[in-house]
T-cell receptor
Framework: GESVGLHLPTLSVQEGDNSIINCAYSNSASDYFIWYKQESGKGPQFIIDIRSNMDKRQGQRVTVLLNKTVKHLSLQIAATQPGDSAVYFCAEKSYNTDKLIFGTGTRLQVFP | ETGVTQTPRHLVMGMTNKKSLKCEQHLGHNAMYWYKQSAKKPLELMFVYNFKEQTENNSVPSRFSPECPNSSHLFLHLHTLQPEDSALYLC?????????????????FGPGTRLTVL
């Protein structure tokens, strides 16, 4: 069945270092992927997305990598800042459905 | 107001109460969603409205009743809830293309309503 999972529930990084958050998915029909950031007391905030015809997409300080061969998605955050502390979710959608399937989330903690 | 707003932000209710959650989107989108977020669980899709028509009811108990009077407003009516219904209820919106499934589905979320059922 469909599932989106995250390898690590909590990731701790030092301020200024790069962060990498990973996500695995099982549905080979998935063609659209999104990363969301959720801060305490707030709703999920869109960060970046990628379609299956791409393997890399860059935003401001963030990069998403997609490896369709192993069904793996990652979010890289450059020069991690205290404001990046949050829970990060990946979500995927298949071409034959309008539903987004969310992972359980990874908590990113940034320490000085 | 911009984006997606939700009221109230916090709600405490007894199991015999009737209350409603409200969501409003200011993004000109034509699809709206209700999600439930419980601790240590993935977001659970509850309802989808596309062009004001309910297109998804993800096996949600009848004590939750959605209403979408227009493409900008979405309500979730609550009655005779159970303590296990305590959670963060999130509303989202997106612009769905008329091409149907496969259209890009970037959903934008509101801040949520923290619901506690006593």
């Amino acid at each position: 069945g469909e599932s989106v999972g995250l390898h690590l529930p909590t990731l701790s990084v030092q301020e200024g270092d790069n962060s990498i958050i990973n996500c695995a998915y099982s549905n080979s029909a998935s063609d659209y992927f999104i990363w969301y950031k959720q801060e305490s007391g707030k709703g999920p905030q869109f960060i970046i997305d990628i379609r299956s015809n791409m393997d890399k997409r860059q935003g401001q300080r963030v990069t998403v990598l997609l490896n369709k061969t192993v069904k793996h998605l990652s979010l890289q955050i450059a020069a991690t800042q205290p404001g990046d502390s949050a829970v990060y979710f990946c979500a995927e959608k298949s071409y034959n459905t309008d539903k987004l399937i969310f992972g359980t989330g990874t908590r990113l903690q940034v320490f000085p | 107001e911009t984006g997606v707003t939700q009221t109230p932000r916090h709600l405490v209710m007894g199991m015999t109460n009737k209350k409603s959650l409200k969501c409003e989107q200011h993004l000109g989108h034509n699809a709206m969603y209700w999600y439930k977020q419980s601790a240590k669980k993935p977001l659970e899709l509850m309802f989808v409205y596309n062009f004001k028509e309910q297109t998804e009811n993800n096996s949600v108990p009848s004590r939750f009743s959605p209403e979408c009077p227009n493409s900008s407003h979405l309500f979730l009516h609550l009655h005779t809830l159970q303590p296990e219904d305590s959670a963060l209820y999130l509303c989202a919106s997106s612009q769905e293309l008329a091409g149907g499934p496969g259209s890009t589905d970037t959903q934008y979320f509101g801040p949520g309503t923290r619901l506690t059922v006593l």
